[in-house]
């Protein structure tokens, strides 16, 4: 009896300086959240607490040292901790780790992971040669880490979703081997073609934002295409687009080209049945509206060149278009 209010009261005192430390955070329903807290200095009594999930945030002085069996999500956000090498999380499915600062090199061992899914990298130097040996990851984003060769995801061939954004001049030839994926994003890449992406006849999302594609006719192979963001590329026939299969149930995000281009859009993605809507603004609801009037609303600035029956024309037709489609708005 005495024993067991010895240990009652030896976890009393830990939680307490694990919540002194924390300021106003508390474990709440498995969730222990813990922001911009400088007094934050160990960790490793932490595997005394039932937590599911731990969100550490702008933590400066933490040692990164953990051990727990009960954390399935972890997600880091502008701490100190660069190594990974002292983390033993067996039931981990959950990481996100993103950092303020790109020049900094992440370290860590895939090891100490064994149940890992989900692996979220952001702005981090990292090396990927460890991920060959990830083979349970279904979802993996690397995103501004300065990645050129992605070969070492190759045998992931489970991976259903993956993002490389802003990754610059990287090299896509590998993701022919990831047939699984049904989601794809890889904004802000320099991408000039989508050729090495035919065998992935399963994509059901692409994003390809902020690229400098030409040609877009791959996307003819993904027969379960329903999902496209394709803004800010230089695309040169959108009517090919029409030949999909599934064109009519196709929702657009953020489809903005420049110039006459926009004329072409118009009457292509005036067919399509579905609303396009704003990747940006997903859970709006009034997302697909706005969306839309941003896509018919010819923005006839400076940039265009273009002379004033020029503009005249662009408004009209604008207008003409959002009448057809049941979507008013003011186009002047």
């Given amino acids: ?5 010895d240990n009652n009261y030896i976890k009393q005192q830990r939680k307490e300086k694990l919540i002194i430390n924390t300021q106003q955070n508390q474990i709440k329903n498995g969730v222990l959240q813990i922001v911009s807290d400088t007094k934050l200095k160990s960790l490793e009594n932490i595997q005394n607490y039932d937590i599911k999930k731990l969100e550490l945030k702008y933590c400066t002085n933490i040692i990164p040292k953990m051990q727990s069996s009960s954390i399935t999500q972890l997600i880091i956000e502008n701490c100190n901790i660069q190594s ?6 067996d039931n981990l499915e959950v990481l996100v780790f993103s950092n303020g600062y790109k020049d900094k090199t992440l370290v860590w061992e895939y090891d100490k992971f064994p149940k890992l899914k989900e692996l979220g990298i952001s702005r981090w130097t990292i090396d990927i040669t460890l991920f060959s040996q990830m083979t349970c990851l279904t979802q993996l ?11 070492a995801i190759k045998p992931l061939i489970g991976l259903k979703q993956l993002c ?4 610059e001049n990287i090299d896509i030839t590998p993701l022919q081997y990831l047939t699984q994926l049904t989601i794809l994003e890889m904004e802000s890449c320099c991408l000039i073609n989508l050729d090495a992406l035919r065998p992935l006849t399963k994509l059901q999302v692409l994003v390809i934002y902020d690229n400098q594609i030409v040609y877009i006719e791959p996307l003819l192979e993904f027969k379960q295409l329903s999902r496209m963001g394709a803004q800010n590329n230089i695309i040169i026939d959108l009517k090919i687009l ?3 299969p599934n064109f009519k149930k196709f929702v657009i995000y953020d489809l903005a080209l420049p110039g006459q281009q926009q004329i072409q859009a118009a009457n292509v993605m005036r067919n399509i049945n579905h609303p396009i809507t ?3 603004k997903i859970c709006d609801k009034f997302s697909s509206l706005k969306a839309k009037c941003s896509l018919f609303r010819f923005k006839c600035d400076s940039s265009l060149q273009i002379n004033h029956n020029t503009q005249s024309i662009l408004i009209a037709q604008a207008a003409d278009l959002l009448v057809k489609m049941n979507v008013y708005e003011d186009c002047q």
């Fill in 1 to 5: 009896m005495l024993q067991s209010l």
């Fill in 141 to 151: 984003s690397i995103q501004a880490c300065g990645l050129r060769n992605i070969e």
């Fill in 84 to 89: 990974l090498k002292e983390f033993q999380l």
């Fill in 164 to 167: 490389l954004a802003c990754n």
């Fill in 242 to 244: 029409a030949q999909h």
């Fill in 278 to 280: 704003n990747l940006r």
